[in-house]
C-alpha cells in the first residue's frame, strides 16, 4: 500500500520557520516528481512547489521562492518544506503529493495533510 506521510506542521508566529516532511511507503519515488501543496481555509487547494528526482524546483508563485525551499532524500524516500519567515495568508493544510513516473504528468498519490497555522 502506497502511502504519504505529513508531519512537522504546527502553530507558529509570524516570522517563524516550519520544516515539513513527507516520508513515503510502499513503493519508491526516486524517480517521479514529489511536490506540496496547501489548501487554506475557504480556498482552493493550491499548488506551492515541486522537485524532480534530480532537484530540480519549480514554484507556483515567484514570492514563495524567497520564503520555501523544498528537498528530497532519495535514500530515503523523503520529501521536505522549508518555510522561512512564515505569515498568517501561509495558515492551510499543506499536503505532500507524487506524480506519476511514466505518460502525462498526474498528481496521482496524495498524503493526509498537515495543518500549519501561523499567528500574527
Known amino acids: 500500500q502506497v502511502q504519504l506521510i505529513e508531519s512537522g506542521g504546527g502553530l507558529v508566529q509570524a516570522g517563524d520557520s516550519l520544516r515539513l516532511s513527507c516520508a513515503a511507503s510502499g513503493r519508491t519515488f526516486n524517480r517521479n516528481v514529489m511536490g506540496w501543496f496547501r489548501r487554506a481555509p475557504g480556498k482552493e487547494r493550491e499548488f506551492v512547489v515541486s522537485?524532480?528526482?534530480?532537484?530540480?524546483?519549480?514554484y507556483g508563485r515567484e514570492a514563495m521562492k524567497g520564503r520555501f525551499t523544498i528537498s528530497r532524500d532519495n535514500a530515503k524516500n523523503t520529501v521536505y518544506l522549508q518555510m522561512n519567515n512564515l505569515k498568517p495568508d501561509d495558515t492551510a493544510v499543506y499536503y505532500c503529493?507524487?506524480?506519476?513516473?511514466?505518460?502525462?504528468?498526474?498528481?496521482?498519490?496524495w498524503g493526509q495533510g498537515t495543518q500549519v497555522t501561523v499567528s500574527d
Open positions: 503529493s507524487a506524480q506519476t513516473s511514466g505518460g502525462p504528468p498526474t498528481w496521482r498519490y
Open positions: 522537485v524532480t528526482w534530480s532537484g530540480s524546483s519549480i
